[in-house]
């Protein structure tokens, strides 16, 4: 096994971490399951006495007017407003002393006949509870209440109750702990792999690069290491040789001054003078005095804070729009529909307006400092709409969250980019980013489905405050802003239009990226959501149904990327995506009900996960010139910032759609625009050609 | 060897463990909560939907609710039932009680959000009241005016005291898990790294005692312990190189 590349260590751990997390937590819920079902069966037996006594007090009545109990005229019908009203009770039957049934709401009395017959009812025994006797008749816990008249028994009202309702309430909540297990498992991933590049595998990897030099004869620089572990023993050692040499050439070479300033004899000074140059010609050191040990850039040292904010961030993606419905009315001016959809586009129109100028300070001012600024209105945000009572105070608290989300992730997007040492693997580079934003959004709308069901509206917004804070932290120990500040001209509107200028960026922006965020904020975060609730989903099943579309998502963008990185036909798997995505967001306008939602979310998941990072990839090759005379990270900005015009069309269009034609009506609508545009850029891709384009525009 | 890495690696695993166990246990505490506290409610509606039936029933014969007879006993008859309960209130659209399983109560008025959701009609409603948890349901007349409502009170630590033993079995059976996966974690993390330990001690022992010189072409796959030993012979033939530079500088010098 090797160490100094990250995979089969990180493997192991994988399964290491499953090992212990899987069966613990499987062997808690099943336990939680067995003990639960028994805990609370005396409480469910009580509900069915206390409903038979209800309706036996009414019929012991009747038959203590003198009306034989087998006589009686509409009982069934007075027994259905008990069987209605009650969820978890099956039927209602009444018997004679013998275990005939005389009147049955519910059930089949051939079922149940035999075991009434059967037991004696006078002989005291197991599954006594007070005031009636509880068995298990199929699947069924039948409560046995005894109609008492003068004294005398004249029968038994049974109730029977669905014996695996308790079981099926409490599946409810192993799906929660599924749901769980999966964040936790993802969770475990990201911080594995950052404890195994930041610990072993980037150390011992840099200290394989460093030996590579010293094998050259280059011995001006040391391992860098930042711990006191085995690997950074070693790395200390390994440091400790070179400099024993750096220390044996400093005084070879004080020594050989001194003779070629101070002997008499020029033979001797030109012999001094010979192994000097020898050794130099031999070995290289530090002209510096000393060699010196640099920090590695790793893509991996910023993705797990930029995983755990954006997790924060995306815990309200499955309930937004209902939380905002749960506020007061909004002024009269806006239709409910706008008033949901409005916090939704401001947050996406704060990213686009502050991704530029972040791109640029990120630059210039080094992407610790830029995160760590981008945390302060990101908290705000996530606080004061955790306590806004109106829409005005959400679109406030968003509208800050957006900036901070713009700033937060252009500082960490610029730090992956510069940490991209090959430019071959420039696509599997951005599949970095977009891996840790896209799992966080799994990890996030699945915890925030469940989260909101618990702890409410407020406190996930809370909870995503505090999980800001902690990615903090961890940018906090991120490289020295110093060492990386970089002063660069900032490009203005005038390069704006330049890169419009080239045809085939517009065309991607406009017949690809954006309709692709159209889609994503109108369909995924704002209608299905809506959709969902309106036939009676809960959050956990809205954030269930959105995970399908990022997890298709986060299972896809790896493969693309490997496949747009090994060239080919980059501008067609945008272009394919485009019409999947087109032609899957039609599903909803069969009918309601689940299915064709979940086929609209793995067409839309399927359309960005082959476009999401293929149409990055696309951009630097059509956009060669510009992405070396703007910057790159200038250019991929403008994407970003190009892209979010579709994120903040996308619920305003949807709110204003949905008045006109529902909902799921909304949701293919919105599939036919996409679907136009795919058609539009597949025809358009042709000319694409493939790899970069060394002039940014031929005609 | 390999302790800090695998106390790392082991403690990132528990924490995440204990994590994932705690919001577990939250989630599932309250899951049960909820569906014990739905029980309870929907049972104590039971017995309240009798006595609405009661008062309702009188009601329709054009009684004004203060003036009925027998509601008294009805709701005496009820708490009988059930010795949890703590009592059984009718009161009037303004709030005033009017019957009370606690006669002393009588003529008092309930809180205003009772009120406020018994005149909003149809379905059991429940609140906090201190130490208790009430439940009720509004009362109308023929005419479906509501004209009050009848609560049953409860004490909230009923919930606890059904709750208590379960969480009490849950924990002890939830810590020995974590206490066997921790375990597990830390076997698992001593197995992997120590191959890490030992294979870097192996190259620090190479540091000390430096392969033969020899040309050692290293290629892009070449391995980290390759890699190593070219290093380490590099050093010692930079070291050496530099003594004997050193030597040849000095006698230079003294012959000179």
Partial sequence: ?699 | MGKFLARKVAATLVLILVCTVAITSFFTYSRLESVLSSLVESRYGVQLYSVKHDVEARLGLGFPLKQLRNIQDAIDREKLNDPAILDIEVFDARGEILFDTDRGAIGTLVPAEWVKSAMVGGALFSHPDDDARAVGLPLANSLGEITGGVTLRYPAAYLDNELAPLIAKLAREGLLLLGAAAVVAMLGSYALFRPVGRRLAGMEAILAAPPEERFLALDADASLEERFEAFAAKTREAMDHMREASEDVERLDRLG
Wanted: include cysteine; hydrophobic fraction near 50%; proline fraction near 5%.
């Fill in chain 1, 1 to 699: 096994m090797r160490f100094d590349i990250p995979r089969p260590l990180l493997v192991r751990l994988l399964a290491l971490a499953v090992l212990v997390l899987v069966p613990a937590m499987a062997l808690l819920s099943w336990s939680s399951l067995d003990h639960f079902e028994k805990g609370l069966a005396p409480e469910f037996d009580r509900k069915a006495v206390t409903v038979g006594r209800d309706l036996g007090d009414d019929i012991e009545r009747a038959v203590g007017y003198g009306i034989p109990l087998d006589k009686l005229v509409g009982v069934e019908d007075y027994l259905a407003p008990a069987l209605e009203a009650n969820g978890e009770l099956r039927y209602v039957a009444v018997a004679d002393p013998e275990g005939k049934v005389l009147y049955i709401l519910g059930a089949d009395s051939r079922d149940l006949e035999p075991h009434y017959r059967s037991t004696d009812y006078d002989d005291p025994g197991q599954g006594d509870v007070l005031g009636g006797r509880s068995a298990l008749i199929g699947g069924y816990v039948d409560v046995a209440v005894p109609l008492v008249v003068k004294g005398g028994r004249v029968g038994h009202l049974h109730v029977g109750m669905d014996a695996g309702y308790l079981r099926h309430r409490f599946g409810e909540m192993l799906t929660d702990v599924g749901v769980l297990m999966v964040v936790a498992l993802l969770l475990t991933v990201e911080i594995l792999i950052f404890v195994v590049v930041v610990n072993v595998s980037g150390p011992l990897g840099q200290a394989g690069r460093v030996f590579e030099r010293v094998a050259r004869g280059d011995f001006s620089h040391l391992c860098w290491f930042g711990s006191d572990d085995e690997v950074g023993r070693f790395a200390r050692r390994v440091n400790a040789a070179i400099r024993a040499a750096d220390d044996l050439f400093r005084r070879l070479m004080a020594y050989v001054d001194e003779v070629k300033t101070a002997h008499f004899d020029p033979s001797v000074v030109e012999h001094a003078a010979l192994i000097e140059a020898r050794v130099r010609f031999l070995f290289r050191f530090s002209a510096s005095g000393a060699p010196k040990a640099e920090f590695e850039r790793h893509g991996i040292d910023v993705r797990l804070a930029l995983f755990l904010f954006v997790f924060a961030e995306e815990l309200s993606r499955p309930f937004l729009p209902l939380f905002i419905r749960t506020l007061p009315a909004p002024p009269p001016w806006l239709s409910p529909e706008m008033a949901m959809a409005v916090p939704i586009a401001v947050f996406m129109a704060c990213i686009a307006v502050a991704s530029p100028w972040a791109g640029a300070i990120s630059e210039r001012w080094g992407s610790r400092r830029v995160f760590l600024v981008g945390l302060v209105p990101a908290v705000l945000g996530f606080i004061s709409t955790g306590l806004a009572t109106s829409v005005a105070e959400v679109v406030v608290g968003r509208a800050a969250t957006g900036f901070g989300y713009a700033l937060v992730t252009m500082a960490s997007q610029g730090y992956m980019a510069r940490s991209i040492r090959s430019k071959k693997s420039r696509t599997q580079g951005l599949g970095l980013y977009i891996g840790a934003v896209l799992t966080a959004s799994v990890c996030g709308m699945a915890l925030g489905g469940v989260l909101v069901d618990h702890i409410g509206f407020d406190n996930v917004f809370f909870t995503a405050a505090g999980m800001a804070l902690v990615s903090g932290i961890l940018a906090h120990r991120l490289p020295d802003p110093v060492e990386e500040r970089r002063d660069i001209a900032t490009p203005g509107m005038r390069d704006m239009v330049d890169l419009l200028r080239n045809w085939r960026f517009t065309v991607l922006m406009v017949f690809a990226a954006m309709p692709a965020k159209l889609a994503l904020t109108g369909v995924v975060f704002f209608l299905v959501p809506l959709s969902m609730a309106g036939q009676g989903f809960g959050f956990g099943d809205i954030a269930r149904a959105l995970m399908v579309y990022a997890v298709t998502v986060v299972v896809l963008a790896p493969l693309v990327s490997r496949l747009a990185d090994g060239g080919g036909w980059r501008a067609g798997l945008v272009a394919l995506g485009g019409l999947i995505g087109g032609l899957g967001l039609l599903a909803p306008a069969i009918g309601p009900g689940l299915p064709p939602l979940l086929l609209a979310l793995l067409c839309l998941g399927i359309s960005q996960g082959l476009a999401a990072s293929t149409q990055l990839a696309v951009v630097q090759d059509i956009c060669w010139i510009e992405c070396r005379t703007l910057g790159q990270t200038y250019v991929l900005a403008q994407v970003r910032l190009l892209e979010r015009i579709g994120s903040v069309a996308g619920p305003l269009l949807a709110a204003v759609l949905v008045p006109l034609v529902g909902y799921n009506g909304a949701i293919a609508a919105i599939g036919g625009l996409v679907l136009a545009a795919a058609l539009v850029f597949a025809a358009a891709s042709f000319s694409f050609g493939a790899g970069p384009h060394l002039s940014s525009e031929e005609a």
